[in-house]
T-cell receptor, first 113, second 112 residues
Framework: GEDVEQSLFLSVREGDSSVINCTYT??????LYWYKQEPGAGLQLLTY?????DMKQDQRLTVLLNKKDKHLSLRIADTQTGDSAIYFC?????????????FGTGTQLKVEL | GAVVSQHPSWVICKSGTSVKIECRSL??????MFWYRQFPKQSLMLMAT?????????EQGVEKDKFLINHASLTLSTLTVTSAHPEDSSFYIC????????FGPGTRLTVT
């Protein structure tokens, strides 16, 4: 099956780094994504990484991929109150029917002053 | 600006009635649209895939006669929840296959 697991909740202080973890089971994943969802809103793509990469950095965001352990993480440097949201990882596989996304269970990030 | 819009953004309906949700691609043509459902405090689950000019495909466990999907043009896909029940209350989100970056803002459906 295709299961993508995340821890449910993370609380950090403003200015600290946040690390959100994700484990997946499908080794054929081609791309892995991180999305942010604010209350009552749709999803915002934050960043993505191709499966043959180990790391990708984009401003305050760093994505690490351990393909052997099927582990993905998102590090947010200098976390701000505006970063409070739910974060979803997602994997996609290129199939005959086209790319399909399987989302993780979501991690709620709370940033405290 | 937004490249995928949904209408309505929220709707409250009575049990037994039908509700239509529209998903429009604004700046590009979408041949395929994914429809997701998100229950409170849960992740997004793919319900179905609409294909322009052909039948939609449904994920296992999703009733095709209850969730009617129409993709009549390259810019419009609709999801109709027929004979809605309280358990259909959820957040419905569309996303074009052509670009996983884009998601609609979602439609909050509440069935009373």
């Amino acid at each position: 099956g295709e299961d993508v697991e995340q821890s449910l909740f993370l609380s950090v202080r403003e200015g600290d780094s946040s690390v959100i973890n994700c484990t997946y089971t499908d080794s054929s994943s081609t791309y892995l994504y991180w999305y942010k969802q604010e209350p009552g809103a749709g999803l915002q793509l934050l960043t993505y990484i191709f499966s043959n990469m180990d790391m990708k950095q984009d401003q305050r965001l760093t994505v690490l991929l351990n393909k052997k352990d099927k582990h993905l993480s998102l590090r947010i440097a200098d976390t701000q109150t505006g970063d409070s949201a739910i974060y979803f990882c997602a994997e996609t596989q290129l199939t005959g029917g086209g790319n399909k996304l399987t989302f993780g269970t979501g991690t709620q990030l709370k940033v405290e002053l | 600006g937004a490249v995928v819009s949904q209408h309505p953004s929220w709707v409250i309906c009575k049990s037994g009635t039908s509700v239509k949700i529209e998903c429009r691609s604004l700046d590009f043509q979408a041949t395929t649209m994914f429809w997701y459902r998100q229950f409170p405090k849960q992740s997004l689950m793919l319900m179905a895939t609409s294909n322009e000019g052909s039948k939609a495909t449904y994920e296992q466990g999703v009733e095709k006669d209850k969730f009617l999907i129409n993709h009549a043009s390259l810019t419009l896909s609709t999801l109709t929840v027929t004979s809605a029940h309280p358990e259909d209350s959820s957040f419905y989100i569309c996303s074009p296959k052509e670009n996983e970056q884009y998601f609609g803002p979602g439609t909050r459906l509440t069935v009373t």
